[in-house]
């Protein structure tokens, strides 16, 4: 028996330690998983529009590259966002769609109509069903979705200009010219 | 008067974050759905069940939960709902798999080896008790050098 087996328990011990620690303290955020919906289809929704426009549904945004943004006008952040959005579907040319998670249709077109409106259309989520079909965990949330309408990233909280450039945008174009 | 003022706020936590409204009519299913719900985080809570917890997301999944096992589903296709649209990321007990192996086992694999290592260590010691005698060449090299002092002195 060799001495060199007292080292054994100390090793597993050390090894445990710092598989654990690198998860512990790599600054990771367990929220930021990526969605358990990552490459998969988007979940199958048809819901009310809130302007003229009419309904919105997983269905009618199969065949383009679409980025779908959950917002409501009583969340903060979102109306930090919003620019962003803007900017993504007329500098840009991006589809962005919205859905009105958990608010009231009149100041959803209230916030749009203060703010402006980036959106392709508008779906009202009133219960939050479709939130929750998402994996949504609050407002905003932001998700990029291919032409075969298969979810590729989720952005959670507001969007930054440096996400945008860095990762949304790059993101949308690779997709656009498959 | 303060102490039953205390004892009874102590008290009433648990059950605030369920509303009576979400409360289901069969006591059988309510007392299933409150079992499960303990065991799902709330996703924006993060340490908290769904079923301690007041936010309103927290709630609206209670509630689908309850929707479910109305609908017939048994406890696993309930959790298996949640699962697939929040990932495992909801379940406060994480599923015993291969790649959760090193988290379920891991510190049981360091315990069980320092027992060995430990159980090893103190039989090799027994085994030696207290220094052997000296051999007889050892007990006349002794003796000599014994001499030697005294002559010195």
């Given at each position: 028996m060799g001495r060199w087996l007292y080292a054994v328990p100390l090793v597993l011990f050390l090894g445990l330690a710092g598989y654990f620690g690198v998860?512990?303290?790599?600054?990771?955020?367990?929220?930021?998983?990526?969605?358990?919906?990552?490459?998969?289809?988007?979940?199958?929704?048809?819901?009310?529009?809130?302007?003229?426009?009419?309904?919105?549904?997983?269905?009618?945004?199969?065949?383009?590259?679409?980025?779908?943004?959950?917002?409501?006008?009583?969340?903060?952040?979102?109306?930090?966002?919003?620019?962003?959005?803007?900017?993504?579907?007329?500098?840009?040319?991006?589809?962005?769609?919205?859905?009105?998670?958990?608010?009231?249709?009149?100041?959803?077109?209230?916030?749009?109509?203060?703010?402006?409106?980036?959106?392709?259309?508008?779906?009202?989520?009133?219960?939050?069903?479709?939130?929750?079909?998402?994996?949504?965990?609050?407002?905003p949330e932001t998700y990029v979705v291919d032409r075969a309408g298969h979810i590729r990233k989720r952005f959670v909280g507001a969007l930054t200009p440096g996400l945008l450039e860095r990762e949304l945008l790059p993101l949308v174009r690779g997709l656009e010219r498959r | 008067m303060r102490g039953l003022v205390l004892f009874l706020v102590l008290w009433a936590g648990p059950v605030l974050a369920v509303q009576p409204d979400e409360r289901l009519a069969d006591p059988a299913m309510e007392a299933r759905a409150r079992t499960l719900s303990r065991d799902l985080r709330c996703v924006v809570c993060q340490n908290e069940s769904i079923d301690a917890s007041a936010a309103p997301l927290a709630r609206d999944i209670r509630v689908l939960l309850r929707e479910r096992l109305v609908a017939g589903d048994d406890d696993r296709a309930a959790v298996a709902f949640l699962v697939a649209r929040y990932g495992d990321f909801v379940l406060l007990r994480p599923p015993v798999r291969p790649d959760t192996w090193v988290l379920w086992f891991g510190p049981f694999a360091v315990l069980l080896a320092g027992g060995v290592v430990t159980v090893l260590a103190l039989r090799r010691r027994a085994v030696g008790v207290g220094p052997k005698p000296l051999s007889v060449e050892e007990e006349v090299r002794l003796a000599a050098l014994l001499r030697d002092e005294e002559g010195r002195r």
């Open positions: 998860a512990l303290f790599s600054g990771r955020d367990p929220r930021e998983l990526p969605s358990a919906l990552i490459d998969r289809p988007m979940p199958d929704f048809v819901l009310p529009g809130l302007g003229e426009g009419g309904g919105v549904s997983a269905a009618g945004l199969r065949g383009e590259v679409v980025v779908v943004n959950f917002f409501a006008s009583w969340c903060a952040p979102c109306r930090v966002e919003h620019p962003l959005l803007l900017r993504l579907a007329r500098q840009e040319r991006v589809r962005v769609v919205g859905i009105a998670y958990k608010d009231r249709p009149e100041d959803s077109r209230r916030f749009l109509a203060e703010l402006g409106d980036p959106y392709r259309g508008v779906g009202v989520d009133r219960d939050g069903r479709v939130g929750i079909d998402f994996g949504l965990y609050g407002v | -």
